[in-house]
């Protein structure tokens, strides 16, 4: 019921999730970032609090493979679980249970996880890691080009209904949290539609947070 991939940008050390999924508002439950710690998707039968319990034991300095291993006890039913991880170094961890949903995988490439379940084919996670690596640009277009040839090469066995894309920078706060929450049409295609507003306007929202003297116009009505 979900696909994704998690990644890190060598130039810029920014961190990223981009996820769909059958289900309503995958984006209010998988993605996981903390700016400087790493990145983390749980999904297929979702605890979402696997994400922070994850993120909180990398901040406290443990590997990605040992922060896994650690948050997925007994008590998480990790046999249902599919979880990927980047941290700030660029260091990969994931795991799918026995349990997981339909046909699913997973693959690691150079600082990015894709995993997926309830796929139409594994060839779709094959696709999501060389489409990362080989496309250049902000690490949102990495991971949207990602997304995109997952779905040209198949997607989900039926249709996907929701996205989302977080990235986090420098900041306490993620620097891209969009999410089509639900849509009949194409949430992918809907959530490139997103970045591609909002990318010219990102960087003037870390700035009017950080020092609103140095903001530019704020864009509003009255606003002069």
Known sequence: MT???VGRCEKTGQLGVAISSSSIAVGARCPWVRAGVGVVSTQ???LPALGPRVLDLLEKG??????LKQALDDKSWPEYRQVTVVDAQGRTAVFTGKEALGIFT???GKQC???GNLLSSTKVIDAMIPAFENTTGPLAERLIAAM???MAAGGEAGPV???ALKIAGEHIWPMADLRVDWTEADPIAELEKLWIAYKPQMQDYQMRAVNPTAAPSYGVPGDE
Do not use: C
């Open 148 to 150: 995109k040839a997952a």
């Open 113 to 115: 996880v894709a995993g």
């Open 161 to 163: 209904h929701s996205a």
């Open 3 to 5: 696909f994704s991939i």
């Open 44 to 46: 297929n039968i979702t």
């Open 62 to 67: 443990a590997s990605p493979q040992d922060a």
């Open 106 to 108: 997973s693959a690691s």
